[in-house]
């Protein structure tokens, strides 16, 4: 079954800084990946996602990711934080041969310091 | 616009009540989910439905019941609820393809007393 692991509970950056927020997935074949981000009491949005192609996948809000197949992971960047960007980061990941089901990560608590 | 809507946003109960929450999406999906979120924030499928037919079954007690009448709704029927019940349940929807992107609702905040 396909897995996800999130080490850091919470990231904390001062803003302008850059942000890294990591994620390495567990999957039988070639994964499908996905970063959501969900604001307090609000639904998760949709960030980002690698299906294919090249390793570097560019999202909304100035976020992108780097798919590392030799490291199974999925790390979230994004060059410079903005406080607006404090939030709840889930990574995500779905086995390209399974159904539709989605394996999330615990997620990561980003706190951005003015 | 709302892509994917659910009803009503708040629910707060007595334990041993029946409840229902509904949700739509007006996506075009033919793919929807129940997912629920814990107090820790984790996040769990529940259930999907495909063209109205059910395509995942978690492990979920029985008291949960999923009822899709058509590919843009899904509703969720909890009977005889209780304390642990509590959370914030999430419907989602997407094109039933591996590497099509799920859209969330809002989310329902149910508070069982």
């Known amino acids: 079954a396909q897995s996800v692991a999130q080490p850091e509970d919470q990231v904390n950056v001062a803003e302008g800084n850059p942000l890294t927020v990591k994620c390495t997935y567990s999957?039988?074949?070639?994964?499908?990946l996905f970063w959501y981000v969900q604001y307090p009491n609000r639904g998760l949005q949709f960030l980002l996602k690698?299906?294919?192609?090249?390793?570097l996948v560019k999202g909304s809000y100035g976020f992108e990711a780097e798919f590392n197949k030799s490291q199974t992971s999925f790390h979230l960047k994004k060059p410079s934080a903005l406080v607006s960007d404090s939030a709840l980061y889930f990574c995500a990941v779905r086995d390209y041969y399974g159904n539709n089901r989605l394996a999330f990560g615990k997620g990561n608590q980003v706190v951005v310091i003015p | 616009d709302t892509a994917v809507s659910q009803t009503p946003k708040y629910l707060v109960t007595q334990m041993g009540n029946d409840k229902s929450i509904k949700c739509e999406q007006n996506l075009g999906h033919d793919t929807m989910y129940w997912y629920k979120q814990d107090s820790k924030k984790f996040l769990k499928i529940m259930f999907s439905?495909?063209?109205?037919?059910?395509?995942i079954n978690e492990t979920v007690p029985n008291r949960f019941s999923p009822k899709s009448p058509d590919k843009a709704h899904l509703n969720l029927h909890i009977n005889s609820l209780e304390l642990g019940d509590s959370a914030v349940y999430f419907c989602?929807?997407?094109?039933?393809?591996?590497?099509?992107?799920?859209?969330f609702g809002p989310g329902t905040r149910l508070l069982v007393l």
């Open positions: 690698y299906i294919t192609g090249d390793n």
């Open positions: 439905y495909n063209n109205k037919e059910l395509i």
């Open positions: 989602a929807s997407s094109q039933v393809e591996g590497g099509e992107t799920q859209y």
């Open positions: 999957v039988s074949g070639n994964p499908y």
